[in-house]
């Protein structure tokens, strides 16, 4: 087994635009000028051509929907308000859907969330619902490159043991995994702490008031493409919580500081050493995304070092990433 981290971080950090093999074209929320969004393979290009002419021969009165270009891609100028373009959005994907034979192993069937989850104006501002340009269907944002956003809680005990869950076999992503103790994505309408507090009593049976001290740590990137191509930049809000484990004497409730399995995602949490969950991270046990969130824990603890680990400042610099998003600026 390798002495280094590094290889945890190839598998979820695996795109770098500035070796893209094919023509990546820019999807801003303007034709005139606005950050960019995400990045679209030239597959969907003819799709959302189709898309315009469907629309347009539906609505002759009423203009295309989509601003196409060699160069780039946008909403066209008249799809200009959050409810316009999470309406095309959601027509354009549900269509997808039902319709689009090649998508069917990206977006169909059990694939589909019906979770919308939000695009904001730029990948790098605030979370705050007056950031929002529009949402949509949470499977499908690979399809249009555009950043999402999770939250990830480590819970520890103050001898360093860490709960681990392992999701349920009937997870539509890394079933039989293992995760870290809390993570979900922040959905429509939810800042990351209220995303956290919910997913605390949906995952894991903690109440609000058990996780209350919960500390925010940070955030970590990475862009990841898919098996298939895909392209899905991502950021995780990294929360820590240190818990007196269940065996404390101090402990008068053992069952309040005990996650346990609630909404059928998690299988069963254990209480492991550090060295097990390092051990495991090493064996790849656990969900890319998550791997990437426990080295950064690991690194933040002092248990990774630039002494022991050959790779410290690429593993540093390669989970915090920008996704190359710079050059498009305009």
């Known amino acids: ?22 023509h990546l074209l820019p999807f801003y929320l303007t034709p005139d000028s606005s950050p ?3 990045l679209i393979r030239p597959s969907i290009i003819p799709l959302l051509e189709d898309h315009n ?6 609505q002759p009165a009423e203009p295309a929907p989509w601003h196409i270009t060699s160069e780039f891609i946008s909403f066209a100028d008249h799809i200009n308000t959050f409810e316009s373009r999470t309406a095309v959005m959601k027509e354009l994907c549900e269509h997808w ?43 499908c944002c690979a399809l249009f490159g555009v950043v999402t956003y999770g939250v990830h809680l480590t819970i520890y005990t103050p001898d360093m043991r860490i709960w681990v869950p392992r999701r349920a076999k009937t997870k539509q992503t890394w079933p039989g995994y293992l995760d870290n103790t809390v993570a979900g994505g922040i959905p429509y309408g939810f800042t990351p702490w209220e995303s956290l507090i919910k997913e605390c009593m949906e995952e894991a049976s903690l109440a609000e008031d058990v996780v209350q001290a919960t500390k925010c740590t940070g955030s970590i990137s990475y862009f ?42 998690v299988e069963s949490f254990e209480l492991l050493p550090l060295e097990e969950v390092i051990k495991r991270v090493k064996a790849n046990k656990f969900k890319p995304n ?19 680990e050959p790779n410290y400042m690429e593993i540093i ?13 305009r």
């Open 53 to 58: 002419d469907q629309y347009t021969s539906q």
């Open 97 to 139: 859907r039902d319709n689009v034979d090649f998508l069917k192993d990206v977006i169909r069937g059990r694939l589909w969330r019906d979770e919308p989850l939000p695009v904001y104006y730029s990948p790098f501002t605030n979370l705050r619902p007056s950031n929002v340009a529009f949402v949509m269907e949470r499977v």
């Open 1 to 22: 087994m390798s002495d280094s981290f590094l290889a945890q971080v190839d598998v979820c950090d695996n795109f770098n635009l500035s070796r893209a093999d094919e």
């Open 36 to 38: 960019i969004l995400g």
């Open 317 to 329: 610099t390669r989970t915090h990433s920008r996704f190359g998003y710079d050059r498009f600026i």
């Open 224 to 265: 990841l493409r898919s098996g298939k191509g895909w392209l899905q930049p991502e950021v995780e809000y990294v929360y820590d919580l240190c818990l007196p484990a269940p065996d404390d004497p101090s402990v008068t409730d053992p069952a309040r500081v005990t996650p346990k399995p609630l909404d059928g995602e």
């Open 290 to 308: 998550t791997a990437l969130v426990l080295i950064d824990f690991f690194i933040r603890h002092g248990y990774i070092t630039p002494e022991n």
